[in-house]
């Protein structure tokens, strides 16, 4: 009996990845996008390493707490998975009490957020640059993004869209 219950166990296995498969083709192909895998825990916890992510490329337009997807901006090779905080003409800086983001002088909304956030050594405040956007983790100890002189803020031309969808893990699927 205990054979037969795995046996049926790593078929369900097969069969829901194979159906992973083909619904994330599909997904791409229809909806004009790309899938994205997540390297590292910049983005933690809203995203973890190993999760697998839809991008929209053709009409993504982002705004404020999008995350989005810049092509190989810190020079290591891999496309980098940041929020955007801020878009051209904006303030951005950190408030030193609360440690807070701060756009155009209000405190940012950020529940997503599991740990403050603190300055790099990029000079704050800063206002983004026509043309540019501003983007940072959501794991704010451990995420290589604007606040820092590598990254600085980011030509929107490198933007390769919007994420849209998790579809991996299963259990874990959102949009």
Do not use: H
């Not at 790593?10 to 083709?25: G, H, K, P, R």
């Amino acid at each position: 009996m205990q054979k037969a219950g795995r046996a049926a166990v790593e078929v369900f296995d097969w069969y829901e990845s194979i159906v992973m498969a083909i619904l994330a083709v599909v997904i791409i192909f229809v909806l004009g996008g790309r899938a994205v895998g997540v390297d590292g825990e910049s983005m933690y916890p809203t995203l973890e390493g190993g999760n697998q992510l839809f991008v929209q490329t053709l009409t993504a337009q982002p705004t404020y707490g999008d995350i989005v997807v810049a092509d190989n901006y810190t020079g290591y090779g891999d496309p980098i998975i940041k929020r955007l905080i801020g878009m051209p003409g904006d303030v951005i800086d950190i408030d030193p009490s609360t440690n807070r983001v701060i756009r155009n002088g209000e405190l940012l909304d950020e529940p997503y957020l599991s740990v403050p956030t603190y300055p790099e050594d990029l000079p704050l405040p800063i206002t983004v640059p026509e043309g540019m956007v501003f983007l940072m983790g959501d794991n704010r100890t451990n995420s290589l993004d604007s606040r820092s002189s590598q990254v600085g803020c980011i030509d929107q031309r490198a933007l390769l869209g919007e994420v849209v969808l998790r579809f991996s893990p299963f259990e874990r699927i959102e949009g």
